[in-house]
């Protein structure tokens, strides 16, 4: 059946649709200014040619030949003595917990040679191991360089003694002065940690223990204790779910402490029960861009519609909103099958609460959410202590409110008031700068630890390496401080082993260890035990409606801005922009006309874009850089907290800090301006370049009813019809016809990759995976602007709109001017207008395609590429001379070109050209040289790993092992990509492969690829 939709990656190629043709016309789209980079002026004012080129750059035949084989040497030394539990070559996992006070995971730790190098789910934890993003690049953050490296006394160098001989010192003055002993944290859902501490506080009476977040879930919080009377967030599962309802919530990214992605995408399986999800926001989020139905609104209409949603729900009063009106009747039909979910302040969250309580929603568990115990009262009485002098000692664990607080400035005041102020931090920030005593904090994969992150769960962190640094963890100094010095009982270990005999029952110490999770006795629940419903309504009708509105929120690869030195998360794109190295003001298409904002492409397909001063409740952060934004709502923009840290390394002072405009409750804000500098900025953006060559539809979709009510292969009406060739012989399969014979690949594995469309959410685990298993550099803000990214796995956003009609088609349609036209009364305009302001969105992971029929294979004159019999398409990097015909020939454009030597080099001074950062290398990968192409292997070391295993235990390899063998889809939280061999008659792929959703990617070239997709599904009722 033919579409009815146009695709575009872009604004500018909606406006333009020949910009890919004109692309193609030059090869070099700006004449090189290689004046820049060789330094001779000479060299100016001839065109630049291929040839030119790469002889300009010292890329001759014999001179890349050299490069490539010139690998740089490493000397190692041997054991003297070898650790019983470590053979070299083989990877050990160990079982931990993923905690750094904002996200949580129960994970997998694979080591090499006492090395930590990647991190996996843990499949005992189940929704609880899904890792996202952070926790997969986690492992460099242990490696940062940048940390602070030794204990500190009054600015200087010191030893842990001396540094607790000042600090007990200061215990001892303030308990004899009866003055208060403040330890201040973040979240820290540690039953061991809170036992140690209640035994620091019976030597030291005047303890407290405050925590503080950077983003600190109050308005969700306080909502749970006026609902559930619990201080404790509820957790839900989507199951057995058939319709959400979300205002604001980004419950597939950062909201409530958790994700839902899991759940989620199990509910979404295509079928007549598929979850139907509905979003009503006004910034285009992650989970908007997976909805079926998005209602686009500014932040004061969102208020709105959900207090009416709210009173016809439970009041029955009929709404007067035509959105509304459509979303009530749908919850209605669904009943305890539906839930809603609401974020952006307090009376949002307890409305929704209340409408679940309504409704009786299956998706609401009963289950409480322990990660997060932030309480304003409590933070507010404790800066009361503080500006009355009535704190002693300060110890604040790993947190900086200096950054992270709107009233940084006046924290900053009050703190030199206390004699003592220790900073237990890993990063030389505003807190180490302003305390007088430093201890390293020891990162969480050096740590024993225990975190009970939700009702009857319990979840224990294990050191996966020996302390790089001179580092402890706060638990060892409360130890030091409330025993003393070289005190036996000072072993965190022991104490930690001790409690939890205590919680795990008959469960032994050492099999949780090895779990790394386990089911405990705490039955906690909650329950709705209230709710002013009155009082939230007015909270959200007292919100000021004003010309724009802002939308705070954390994005996938910052978050709170606890990793904003990991160069991996920076350099990672964000799924919807498609940028990466920056934070920015989000605007709609009409705003940025309305105001004069302009986001311009050069030839070189290089964003550029308005900066901004913004100003908030008299509240100004300077040179704001502004992104044009399909899908964000008219009279809203939105910006990113956890950028713009100072002093934290040279990564981390990254875009501007919107800390300053967060009060810790309200995630929406009114009365927003904004001014135009005058200045450009210049935008890192990954999907700008040409990549698939300007072919449309390869993100197939299709609606629900036609996928369940038709025949995918129907003549007439089929929505995924077999491609086939038209021969002499009459038509035929695709498949079947070959310009080559075809080989036997029966014999043994063949591998295959499956991804499902429908459940890829667009997070971007699977890329950190990718990179930290097969060692891709960062290259930088500069390279990414020149589209030289390195990644060897892209998730390719694709923005879809109802094709623009004629006249004459609307009327055929049955479609009335007004529908066609829009009126006055109709914001959204009529069917011809606006393609961009709501578009859908699908997003598609897109890496080597591992082509049984591999143009890239056919023109290589050196055979440094070829096929496997396994299906893989492999790459001799020294064989490689850097030709880049391969690229070229790719039409799928996953091949990338190592334009520089990324390790050792000043240059990129990201992670390796620096012994520690180096540490994060799989030995198993080789880091690849410049001139050298490289792209996706299916992780083949993993693959043989698991082959020859198996060998060695005379076994056959099961399907497990396989899909386990591929970083992406061992990564993967909803299933969206599956690995696996091909001719295991009983493997997930092969029975993936026989669906009838199942497509190629630019079949029609007949490259015949190892990779296939599923379409998307949208649950709606197309108009």
Partial sequence: MASNKIQFRSIHELKDPALNNKLAQKEFQEEIPVEDFLGDAEQNGSSTSRRDFLKLLGF??????????????????????????????????????????????????????????????????????????????????????????????????????KVDSFVIKGLDEAKAANKRIVLLSHSFASPTFKKLFSEFKAKYPTAELVTYDAFPYTASLDAAQEVFGQRTLPVYDLKGTELVVSFQADFLGDYNASSLESSYAAARKPGENMLRHIQVESNMSLTGANADSRYRLKPSQVNKTLVEVYNAIVTGATPSDKSATEIVKEIQAKGSK??????????????????????????????????????????????????????GVLITNNVDPIYS??????????????????????????????????????????????????????????PTIQKIYKSRQIEESLLVWKNGKNNAANNYYDYLKANATSILG?????????????????????????????????????????????????KTSIGDGTQANNPWLQELPDPITRMSWDNYLTISPKDAEKFGIENDLNARMQLDGSIVNLTVNGVTIKDVPVFIQPGQAEGSVGLALGYGKKNSGATADTGVNAYPLFDGSNLVISGVKIEKTGEDHQFAGIQLQNTLMGRYEIAKEVPLADFLNVAFDDEHKGWNKPLEYHTISGALPARKIDLWDAFDDTDGPHFNLSVDLNSCTGCGACIIACQAENNVPVVGKEEIRMSRDMYWLRIDRYYSARQKLTVYEGLKEGMAVPELYGTAFNEEGGALNHPADNPDVIFQPVMCQHCNHAPCETVCPVAATSHGKQGQNHMAYNRCIGTRYCANNCPYKVR????????????????MNNDLGRMVLNPDVVVRTRGVMEKCSMCIQETQATILAAKRENRKVTDDEFKKSAACAAA?????????????????????????????????IGTKPNVFYHAKVRNRVEK
């Fill in 338 to 391: 539906a839930v809603v979910f609401a974020d952006g302040s307090k009376g949002a969250q307890v409305l929704a609460h209340l409408i679940n309580q309504k409704l009786g929603s299956v998706a609401f568990t009963g289950k409480a959410n322990f990660l997060k115990e932030f309480d304003k009262a409590r933070y507010n009485e404790f800066l009361g202590w503080l500006n009355a002098g009535q704190v």
């Fill in 896 to 911: 990338r070109f190592n334009w520089f030597t990324y390790n050792l080099n000043d240059k990129f001074d990201f992670n």
């Fill in 405 to 462: 607080n709107p009233k940084g400035e006046d924290f900053k005041k009050s703190i030199a008031k206390v004699p003592y102020v220790i900073a237990v931090a890993d990063k030389k920030n505003e807190m180490y700068k302003a305390a007088k005593a430093v201890i390293p904090v020891a990162n969480w994969l050096e740590s024993w630890g225990d975190i009970e992150p939700q009702t009857g769960v319990y979840s224990l962190m294990q």
């Fill in 60 to 161: 001759s035949t014999a001179a890349v030949t050299l490069a490539a084989c010139e690998a740089p040497v490493i000397k190692t030394i041997p054991y003297v003595v070898k650790p019983h539990d470590i053979i070299p070559g083989v990877p050990n996992y160990y079982a931990s917990t993923y905690f750094d006070g904002f996200d949580f995971a129960s994970v997998l730790v694979k080591t090499r040679e006492g090395r930590p190098i990647k991190i996996d789910p843990n499949p005992s934890a189940g929704d609880l191991g899904k890792t996202n993003a952070r926790a997969q690049a986690s492992v460099l953050s242990l490696y940062d360089n940048d940390k602070v490296k030794q204990p500190k006394l009054d600015g200087k160098d010191e030893t842990f003694d």
């Fill in 506 to 554: 008959g469960t032994s110490f050492n099999k949780a260890l090895y779990n790394g999770i386990v089911t405990t006795s705490n039955g906690t629940t909650l329950s709705y035990v209230g709710g002013n419903a009155a009082q939230a309504v007015a909270e959200l009708g007292n919100f000021k409606a004003s010309d724009l509105e802002l939308v705070l929120y954390t």
């Fill in 972 to 1004: 993967c939280s909803t299933g969206a990509m599956t690995f696996g061999d091909m001719n295991d008659k009983e493997s997930e792929v092969r029975e993936l492969f026989s669906s009838n959703r199942r497509y190629y990617l630019l079949e029609e």
